[in-house]
């Protein structure tokens, strides 16, 4: 779940559009954590440091082009799409088993960082996470844009994930054979976790839940997903924010759930963090 909330939003009349609600972020969140608990369904938050200050002013953090665009400089009170330091207790306080991951302190792009300003972004978020009892151990690139990983290793990170795209070209590559190549059909295509140069386990991404470019995910292309995914990781992902505009995401996804909970419990397949997979192939 990459969760960043009104930090996200691409443009300001997105973000206007999107939570106009000033609860409505905190909604999607609470909607989806409801449905995983209910179903012992454990996930992987990645979550933007700033999200957990109550609140903040110009001087307070480094810069980046993203808080120059977004920050709000404002707290959790007046602006709590922005400021949400309750979350991380939200999470914590299930007994399913949820995994905290970073996903930067601003939700800055990283291939356009420089070196001290991806640092800073890392030690920043590290630091208020660290202040809110949680130790991060996996990495979420905003906008899935790699860069920077040494910085990772260094701070202790052992996994981080690549996008659906890269994923896409891997299945292109025939590294798949035995998919039929129409994963508008049956789902989500297996993947194959590694680990890069660094020593961090790179995670590809099967599938985004909402995303009208490959087919909009159900429960049975979950099943068929399952069926014909052989021994392969399947890594779908979703944004709380996304249940905003896709009212198909909000119907599917509670059906989505119950279907993986009904098949891990037949014994069928496994469902891992992040930090349990990474622990697998390291």
């Known amino acids: 779940m990459d969760t960043e909330l009104a930090w996200g939003a691409g443009t300001e009349r997105k973000r206007r559009h999107l939570f106009e609600d000033e609860h409505a972020g905190r909604e999607a969140i609470e909607f989806i954590l409801e449905t995983l608990n209910r179903y012992d369904v454990p996930a992987t938050w990645g979550i933007v440091g700033h999200l957990l200050l109550d609140e903040c002013t110009p001087d307070s ?10 920050d709000p400089h404002s707290n959790a009170r007046e602006s709590p799409n922005y400021y949400m330091p309750e979350i991380v207790e939200m999470i914590d306080g299930s007994e399913t088993g949820h995994e905290i991951a970073g996903h930067s302190f601003s939700h800055a792009r990283f291939g356009e960082l420089d070196r001290n300003t991806a640092a800073a972004e890392i030690d920043e978020m590290c630091e208020v996470f660290d202040s809110h009892g ?48 129409n994963t508008r059909f049956w789902g989500a295509p297996p993947v194959t976790p590694d680990n890069d140069r660094h020593g961090l386990t790179v995670i590809p991404r099967s599938r985004q839940l909402s995303d009208e470019r490959w087919g909009f995910l159900n429960p049975r292309r979950i099943r068929n997903t399952i069926d014909r995914g052989g021994d392969g990781v399947v890594h779908l992902t979703a944004h709380p ?11 599917t996804f509670p059906r989505i759930v119950e279907e993986i909970s009904r098949r891990r419990d037949a014994g069928e397949i496994s469902v891992a963090t992040f930090r349990e997979l990474a622990s697998q192939f390291r």
């Open 241 to 251: 924010h996304n249940l905003l505009y896709d009212p198909h995401l909000k119907r």
């Open 61 to 70: 953090h480094h810069e980046t082009e993203r808080t120059r665009l977004v």
């Open 134 to 181: 949680v130790e991060l151990s996996s990495f979420i690139h905003p906008y899935i844009s790699i860069d920077h990983c040494d910085i990772l290793a260094e701070h202790g990170f052992t996994a981080y994930s690549l996008g659906v795209e890269e994923s896409a070209e891997t299945i292109k590559s025939g590294l798949f054979p035995f998919l039929t190549g």
